[in-house]
């Protein structure tokens, strides 16, 4: 381990889902209020931190490649290891990498500034003690955000889906108090973000007190943030069938701000599956809840997870999953193949689905939901609609933002980062949409 200067520069790598990204950009506050500047592109930074995701497979190895190429040469920057790979493997990476100067959890990180002043004295250190909520007093205040900003606003998981190791590395559900809450969205506005999107593992289940010290749930915290002048989209994710409640459905139906997208995993249309996976819920009920979601927000855009291959499913369970698939008509969705992780239930169960029938089911249903995508969004195709500038695109003159339902939308015209603009969109394609700019809804 490099142990003699302090580091000048730094560059955070997060892999992964939003709430690392969110954690990601934590420390790489704390590390500017430490007197370290990221390191400029294409450049070696002297202190790299690997936020890491263990959700899926090979997490570890891949941890350990990137540790190579980092030290590759006579490369010797200081490597502190981050996120859930760390909080997982944490005492067998400083065992096995002994380039690694720092180990820290995700619930731990506001101790990195510490432990650089350690590792730069050579000592190393692994910190995954998970203290709920200790983090949130400590950080520094949010500075320099985009348009769009991400707010944690709470943590972990208690629903134990047999296939999930992510009860084990973010631990137990935890809600950050509302004041907390509406104080950094303050600032996140303040500092330029026009857009929130309140992450959690499940965050839906999300509950506090508000400034009266009444209980409210999720739709409370959003009913307050879109008091916020300034703000304009509010968005959060992702949510757990089993938290909906009443009020966050309506709250789709009454609450401009509040974006009509909603991204609700089912993982399976197999009942059987669904039961094996622990997820609670049936294909009918999580149906009969986005019935419901549509009833308020008719033209609500649906987005879901999936897991192909769990062990024991078989064609027919798999079949279910299509139907599924062809009876909500998603927006948009994300799909993997089962991927056993080490600690959970699903790892040591029997009937493991063979690799080429996982490779087949998962091209079937991507190409199911690839061809729903299409067809989302050439239903807005022709339409005028508003569009949050997020940054420039490739082409000179071009723009690249997202609509209300979360499609990616180029267009071309005189505007600027933050904008929200009308724009009319010309044509659709699987992954975006292209339009000309009609006019800037609020400068
Ligand atoms: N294998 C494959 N996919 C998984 N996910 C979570 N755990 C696993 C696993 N062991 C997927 C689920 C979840 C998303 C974040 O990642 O679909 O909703
Ligand atoms: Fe994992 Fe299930 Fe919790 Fe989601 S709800 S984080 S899939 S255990």
Not at 56 to 82: C, F, Q
Not at 211 to 227: K, M, P, S, V
Not at 290 to 303: G, N, Q, T
Not at 377 to 406: M, T
């Amino acid at each position: 381990m490099r142990n003699s200067e302090t580091p000048k520069t730094y560059r955070v790598k997060s892999f992964g889902c939003q709430m690392n990204v969110y954690d990601g950009e934590r420390m790489a506050e704390m590390l500017n209020d430490k007197g370290l500047s990221p390191a400029a592109e294409g450049d070696d930074a002297d202190l790299v931190v690997l936020n890491t995701c263990h959700i899926r497979e090979k997490a570890a190895e891949k941890v350990y490649s990137d540790i190579g190429r980092l030290t590759k040469g006579d490369k010797n920057p200081m490597i502190a290891v981050a996120g859930c790979v760390a909080q997982a493997e944490g005492e067998e990476i400083m065992a096995r990498a002994p380039a690694v100067g720092m180990v820290v959890g995700p619930q731990a990180y506001h101790r990195l500034p510490d432990m650089l002043d350690r590792a730069v004295k050579g000592e190393r250190g692994t910190d995954t003690d998970m203290p709920a909520n200790a983090k949130f007093d400590v950080l520094p205040q949010r500075r320099r955000v985009g348009p769009s900003a991400f707010l944690t606003v709470q943590e972990g998981c208690d629903k134990f889906c047999t296939y999930c190791v992510v009860p084990y590395t973010r631990g137990a559900e935890i809600s950050r108090p509302f004041t907390d809450l509406v104080t950094e969205a303050d600032r996140l506005v303040a500092n330029g973000a026009r857009e929130i999107t309140l992450l959690g593992q499940n965050v839906n289940a999300w509950s506090g007190e508000d400034a009266t010290g009444h209980e409210i749930g999720l739709d409370g915290l959003i009913r307050a943030l879109a008091a916020l002048p300034d703000l304009e989209r509010i968005r959060y994710t992702t949510s757990h069938p089993n938290d909906m409640s009443e009020g966050l459905i309506a709250a789709h139906g009454e609450v401009d701000k509040l974006m009509p997208y909603l991204h609700l995993p089912v993982q399976s249309g197999s009942d059987r599956i669904l039961k094996a996976m622990n997820r609670s819920h049936t294909t009918q009920s999580y149906l009969k809840l986005l019935d419901r979601f549509r009833k308020v927000r008719p033209d609500i855009a649906l987005s879901g997870d999936f897991i192909v291959g769990f062990p024991g499913e078989t064609g027919k369970d798999f079949e279910q999953t299509l139907k599924l698939v062809d009876a909500v008509g998603y927006a948009q969705a994300y799909s993997f193949k089962y991927s056993p992780r080490p600690g959970t239930p699903a790892a040591s169960m029997d009937n493991a689905v063979p690799k080429e029938v996982m490779d087949e089911r998962l091209q079937r249903l991507q190409a199911a939901l690839n061809r729903d995508q299409l067809a989302f969004n050439q239903r807005s195709q022709g339409q005028n609609c508003d569009v949050l500038v997020e940054r420039q695109g490739k082409l000179p003159g071009q723009w690249l933002g997202k609509s209300p339902w979360l499609q990616s939308v180029f267009f071309t015209g005189e505007a600027a980062i933050g904008d929200m603009v009308r724009v009319h969109l010309a044509q659709a394609g699987p992954n975006s949409l292209r339009g000309e700019l009609k006019q800037t809804v609020a400068a």
